[in-house]
């Protein structure tokens, strides 16, 4: 098996974690109101960072749990899981049911024929500073901390995409848009991974560029490419938009 064959593999695996993304079956926000849900059992409601149950799971015992800004966790459900993350200072309930009608309909992610082409040497430019990132569902006041540019040639085009630090220092982390977007790739970005080579010089392999949970679930927070990563060239590599995706009208196909 190649290594773009082993990436897919991975990905059709991720996807298929029985409490991952696809067992998404709601995204409810929490006010100091204890409000019911139906993909959930009890009561609930949200101090602060501070996440309140009465009745959960049967439990005659009033329940709390405590978040870090922008942390979010999993708790045991019946068929699943709860995840109870904090997003934009307010929190947020996203009950995952393994028994998702997502996994029945999930074939696998769908990709172009791995092009070399689109393997790439770039020179980064350093400039560390913070950059504004929104998401699907608007400003929820994150930015994340970039490292600089990368630049490189695509064809006879010179590309230029702003880089995020990674925990790893040998890794950057690229959020970006194309001409392929809105059309055979999803609308919001894709993203893919730099890998250092020696001094300045990073690669790419867009052949690995990734789709975020919200090509998949309307239930999701998903960042949107910054402005200037919104390419005018064709990225026609990586993954491709799903046939698939949960709604609050249920799961749709395309």
């Not at 139906?38 to 749990?65: F, N, P």
């Not at 630090?165 to 970005?189: C, W």
């Amino acid at each position: 098996m190649n290594d773009f064959a082993e990436w897919v593999e991975t990905r059709n695996k991720q996807w298929r974690n029985p409490t991952g993304f696809l067992a998404v079956t709601g995204m409810h926000w929490l006010s100091e109101t204890p409000q019911s849900f139906g993909d959930v059992t009890g009561e609930w409601w949200a101090i602060g960072h501070t996440v309140h149950a009465k009745g959960y799971e049967g439990s005659a015992e009033e329940q709390s749990w405590t978040l870090e800004p922008r942390a979010e966790m999993q708790i045991p459900m019946t068929g699943g899981a709860l995840e109870i993350a904090s997003r934009g200072g307010n929190m947020v309930l996203r009950p995952r049911h393994s028994d998702s009608k997502m996994f029945d309909l999930f074939d696998g992610v769908i990709t172009y024929d791995y092009n070399p082409d689109f393997k790439v040497v770039a020179t980064l430019e350093e400039n560390l500073r913070d950059v504004p990132i929104s998401s699907v569902i608007g400003d929820l006041g994150i930015s994340m901390e970039s490292a600089g540019t990368l630049v490189f040639n695509l064809g006879e085009d010179e590309v230029r995409l702003t880089a995020f630090t990674r925990p790893n220092p040998e890794v950057l982390y690229v959020i970006f848009r194309d001409a392929t977007s809105g059309k055979e790739t999803y609308g919001t970005g894709r993203n893919v991974s730099a890998t250092h080579l020696e001094g300045d010089k990073w690669q790419i392999d867009f052949n690995k560029s990734a789709n975020f949970p919200c090509a998949y679930t309307d239930f999701a927070t998903c960042p949107v490419a910054p402005i200037e990563n919104h390419l005018k060239v064709e990225i026609a590599a990586g993954e491709k938009t799903p046939k698939i995706k949960s709604t609050a009208d249920g799961v749709v196909t395309h």
